[in-house]
């Protein structure tokens, strides 16, 4: 397979809500109650889920939030550029690729709650991985924040939010 759309019909992926394309591949059969959770959770959750995930071109996946850990590994295309920014307002980036003498990374974590983007380091290219969460995602621990918002807790990083908010 060559190119994105060879990608995205090939894995059947649809349209992601933050920019992008996915499609779910594992959800746990096994659950855990909300009891046995952190308090950020409203309900039961499975064990852990897993997606595929690909951005294509000058796309980009905009500034979310998830409560859990998320894991991304790198599979095919240009390597994928992940924007955090922590709580605190530090901003750093990681490079989800195969070319380690450039500082790329084949798995990267994202830490829960911290928000998060991503871009396709080559904008000529598509950026192809895998994100795994646990406990499982749910959308009710899916947060996009506006614009605006992000803008007035981290006017810092005002130029970086601009770039990954719609």
Known sequence: MTGAQ????????RPHPE????????????MMSRAALPPRFEGDRTFSTAIYFLLDGDDFSALHRIKQDE??????????S???????GSYSMV????????????QAIVKAGW????????????SLVGC?????????????PDREEICRQFPQHRRVIERLTR
Not at 19 to 30: A, C, L, M, V
């Open 132 to 144: 795994t969460v646990a406990p499982g995602f749910d959308f009710a621990d899916f947060e996009m």
């Open 95 to 106: 490079t989800v690729g195969r070319d380690l003498s450039a500082g790329q990374v084949p």
């Open 6 to 13: 060879s990608w995205i019909d090939g894995l059947q992926l």
């Open 71 to 80: 894991v991304f590994h790198f599979y095919d295309g240009s390597a994928l």
């Open 82 to 88: 992940l924007h955090v920014i922590d709580p605190q």
């Open 19 to 30: 920019g992008g394309w996915f499609r779910e591949t594992y959800r746990s059969g096994e």
């Open 115 to 126: 928000l998060f983007g991503a871009t396709v380091s080559d904008p000529s290219s598509y």
